[in-house]
């Protein structure tokens, strides 16, 4: 009966994580699989997050995605991070604005090094006024453009470590 239970309890936890929404192969400082955006708008953010990187260190990623599935947007949130690693070693400034089109979420998930430029009220306060306006106007890309324009000004003004010789991942 207890080996029962195990073998139960294992299926389980099994088809939840079969659940999860897939985390992509990350090639790109914009990664949009749900195809959301223009392709002007995917090169202004690509320049901006690469322009940002060459002059504080700091990695700037965004993510589009179709949904995140059951798991919620900052659990998946946390776990894309986690899984690619952003922001340097030991520095962990990194960023990762991510939007679920079709759940209509957004969240900004941002690295220890990065939580006094950024802290959890600031996120909150540039996707309530920025992003979400300007999805709710139909307008994805301007929202985007808006809501990384705010987050890169406040890493610009956050006093980071000097950025040394880039790594093969920090630098796509």
Known sequence: W?????????????????ALAPVPVLDDPVMDPAGALSDSTRATLREQS???????????????VPRVGDEGIEAYAQRVFDHWQLGRAGIDDGVLLLVAVQDRRVRIQTGYGLEGAIPDAYAARIIDKAIVPRFRDGDLDQGLLDGTKIVVALIDGED????????????L
């Open 50 to 64: 690469l322009q940002l990187q060459a002059r504080t260190g700091a990695q700037l990623q965004v993510l589009v």
């Open 160 to 171: 980071l470590p000097a950025w040394e010789e880039p790594t093969a991942r920090s630098v």
């Open 2 to 18: 207890p080996g029962a239970c195990l073998a139960l309890l294992l299926c389980l936890v099994s088809l939840r994580v079969l």
